[in-house]
């Protein structure tokens, strides 16, 4: 019940593109969900983030949405550039108790951009 | 603002050596975690401290594994004796712990490879 599946393992896309990432979850006491960015030889940063009480969540040219029913979330990269290619993961965590602050991450998504 | 310092950046050294990791968190936060990547597993989290208490250490592999967090400016992950199954990069993360999920902040990782 902890795990968070992430898909593809890996993804090319040429500039411009839009690359989609997806992540389901069983545990449905979590209750927060970031994704995170991660660049070669760094650690990973967090990209943008949601709470189940939203379906929907945009920064910039990263739009998370998000189905509590169906209990899967996506990133979508609108625009893609080269720049983007990275590792991304998903991530859920919750409030209650012992476990608050705490993430189970997806086995994360190698994206490559081709310019 | 200085970020998660780890070091040493790089570690190489052979099986059955003592393995000590070290971690800065960023000033004011008051959790820390402490991350194992490898491509066969992902990101795994060994053990998280609230205010310098280890709250969860369900995820250190075994006892060969342990960490300490002295104060709240500094922690350790030592291992001993180490395994070539411990390389991986290890990863340090602080956040601060208050009333709604706040983000992960990632040290740029220690690359250990047992020999």
């Known amino acids: 019940q902890q795990q968070v599946k992430q898909s593809p393992q890996s993804l090319i896309v040429q500039k411009g593109g839009i690359p989609i990432i997806n992540c389901a979850y069983e545990n449905t006491a979590f209750d927060y969900f970031p994704w995170y960015q991660q660049f070669p030889g760094k650690g990973p940063a967090l990209l943008i983030a949601?709470?189940?009480?939203?379906s929907e969540k945009k920064e910039g040219r990263f739009t998370i949405s998000f189905n509590k029913s169906a209990k899967q979330f996506s990133l979508h990269i609108m625009d893609s550039q080269p720049g983007d290619s990275a590792t991304y993961f998903c991530?859920?965590?919750?409030?209650?108790?012992?476990?608050?602050?705490?993430?189970?991450f997806g086995q994360g998504t190698i994206l490559t951009v081709h310019p | 603002d200085a970020g998660v310092i780890q070091s040493p950046r790089h570690e190489v050294t052979e099986m059955g050596q003592e393995v000590t990791l070290r971690c800065k968190p960023i000033s004011g936060h008051n959790s820390l975690f402490w991350y194992r990547q490898t491509m066969m597993r992902g990101l795994e989290l060994l053990i998280y401290?609230?205010?310098?208490?280890?709250?969860?250490d369900s995820g250190m592999p075994e006892d060969r594994f342990s960490a300490k967090m002295p104060n709240a400016s500094f922690s350790t992950l030592k291992i001993q004796p180490s395994e070539p199954r411990d390389s991986a990069v290890y990863f340090c993360?602080?956040?601060?712990?208050?009333?709604?999920?706040?983000?992960?902040?990632f040290g740029d990782g220690t690359r250990l490879s047992i020999l």
């Open positions: 949601i709470r189940p009480d939203v």
């Open positions: 993360a602080s956040s601060l712990y208050g009333s709604s999920n706040q983000p992960q902040h």
């Open positions: 991530a859920a965590g919750w409030s209650g108790g012992t476990s608050y602050g705490k993430l189970t």
């Open positions: 401290f609230n205010n310098n208490v280890p709250i969860d």
